[in-house]
């Protein structure tokens, strides 16, 4: 009812999750009206057999994950923010995270979605399925909108077994950028999956050591 009257009367309207982004991209402008989805906080299915949950838009991202732990699962998305941050927020953000190195960015988990358009009407995309190679790609096109197209209110996620051990954090120094630029090259070269490969330079650590 909200979109449909904003759509009759021309009111701009702004989807807000959390509101953990620092783009700006859930900041209000004059005369608008904020849409807030935080809550609906409905995780309405979790079929752990299929390895796939839909949860509304204003599900907390740790939230899900927890909830796919106790299946021996988890949601591999994980932005900086995923102990706050919403689901609907970081579809419409296309958000990422350490993780995406492996597992990919939000996109990548997204099989379906539930979204409200301009209009007020109410439009269902994708599928349950690991398959799905028919038609546009509407899910897709959604996911990193930043609710242009649509207010999304609830999602169609795909979710992937845990790993079995705890993950191992290997730290190397090198005597220059060029060597360890080598290394990562060779370490995918040798057929290594890692979640996250994450370079730093000199500077930036002597800054962070001053900082902290």
């Known amino acids: 009812h909200a979109l449909r009257w904003s759509s009759l009367t021309g009111t701009p309207v702004v989807p807000r999750g959390a509101g953990t ?12 009206l904020v849409v807030c989805t935080s809550r609906m906080t409905a995780i309405r299915e979790l079929a752990a057999a299929d390895h796939y949950a839909v949860a509304e838009a204003g599900v907390i991202n740790a939230d899900l994950d927890r909830a796919a732990a106790a ?11 995923f102990e706050t941050s919403t689901i609907g927020g970081n579809v419409a953000t296309n958000a990422g995270g350490l993780r995406c190195v492996k ?5 990548d988990s997204v099989l379906g979605l539930e979204v409200v358009l301009a209009d007020g009407r109410v439009l269902r995309t994708g599928r349950r ?4 190679v028919a038609g546009y790609d509407l899910t897709g096109l959604l996911v990193g909108s930043e609710g242009t197209l649509g207010v999304i209110t609830a999602a169609t996620l795909r979710l992937r077994p845990r790993p079995a051990q705890p993950p191992v954090t290997v730290l190397g120094s090198f005597a220059a950028l060029t060597a360890a630029g080598a290394a990562v090259a060779a370490t995918l070269q040798a057929g290594a999956a890692p979640s996250l490969m994450e370079l730093i330079d ?11």
């Open 21 to 32: 982004g620092l783009a700006g991209g859930a900041t209000a402008a004059d005369g608008c």
């Open 71 to 81: 299946h021996g699962l988890m949601y591999a998305p994980d932005p900086s923010s």
């Open 103 to 107: 597992y990919g960015v939000t996109r």
């Open 129 to 132: 399925t690991v398959k799905g």
């Open 202 to 212: 000199r500077a930036t650590l002597r800054a962070i050591a001053d900082w902290k």
